[in-house]
T-cell receptor
Framework: GNSVTQMEGPVTLSEEAFLTINCTYT??????LFWYVQYPGEGLQLLLK?????DKGSNKGFEATYRKETTSFHLEKGSVQVSDSAVYFC?????????????FGTGTRLQVFP | NAGVTQTPKFRVLKTGQSMTLLCAQD?????MYWYRQDPGMGLRLIHY???????AKGEVPDGYNVSRLKKQNFLLGLESAAPSQTSVYFC???????????FGPGTRLLVL
């Protein structure tokens, strides 16, 4: 079946450090891939997405490239800030003709210290 | 434009009690979803709807019922709450297949 695997957290970094959160997936065909972010006490927000192989999604300094050959969609940021502290979820959708159910990874907590 | 709203924000139930969680969206979205979030398990889809008057089962539907009588509202019901239903519940909506899902702020439910 379709699934998403994320690296376990928490990931603890100092401000301005480089961030990588690994995400790999298993899916038939050509899924769309997403990163969602959940700030403390809030719901999930879409951070970025990519809908086909070699696409790069980017937003707020975060980037992720859809790598079909390695079935990966790793999240990166060159210089993290304290305000980036949150839980990050990788997700995919393999919607049929009438639905786009998201399949989520377990989430990775990022803690950034000044 | 409030986006997706959920009520209540927090609720404590005793085993066997019933309750309804309300989700409302003001974006005229066709698709709506209910997820539950549990530690170490990410989000799992409970039920979803592809339009007014329609509902369908997701990954973990047992113990829940839903209704979509109006396009803007999606209700999640627990007829007889169990401690295993202690979780954070998120509602989401999207305009069409493959488009971004927008999430509400969540409802934290504790079943004693």
């Amino acid at each position: 079946g379709n699934s998403v695997t994320q690296m376990e957290g928490p990931v603890t970094l100092s401000e301005e450090a480089f961030l990588t959160i690994n995400c790999t997936y298993t899916a038939t065909g050509y899924p769309s891939l997403f990163w969602y972010v959940q700030y403390p006490g809030e719901g999930l927000q879409l951070l970025l997405k990519a809908t086909k192989a070699d696409d790069k999604g980017s937003n707020k300094g975060f980037e992720a490239t859809y790598r079909k050959e390695t079935t990966s969609f790793h999240l990166e940021k060159g210089s993290v800030q304290v305000s980036d502290s949150a839980v990050y979820f990788c997700a995919l959708t393999r919607g049929s003709y009438n639905t786009d159910k998201l399949i989520f990874g377990t989430g990775t907590r990022l803690q950034v210290f000044p | 434009n409030a986006g997706v709203t959920q009520t209540p924000k927090f609720r404590v139930l005793k085993t066997g009690q019933s309750m309804t969680l309300l989700c409302a969206q003001d974006m005229n979205h066709e698709y709506m979803y209910w997820y539950r979030q549990d530690p170490g398990m990410g989000l799992r889809l409970i039920h979803y709807s592809v339009g007014e008057g329609t509902t369908a089962k997701g990954e973990v539907p047992d113990g829940y019922n839903v209704s979509r009588l109006k396009k803007q509202n999606f209700l999640l019901g627990l007829e007889s709450a169990a401690p295993s239903q202690t979780s954070v519940y998120f509602c989401a909506s999207s305009r069409q297949v493959g488009e971004t899902q927008y999430f509400g702020p969540g409802t934290r439910l504790l079943v004693l």
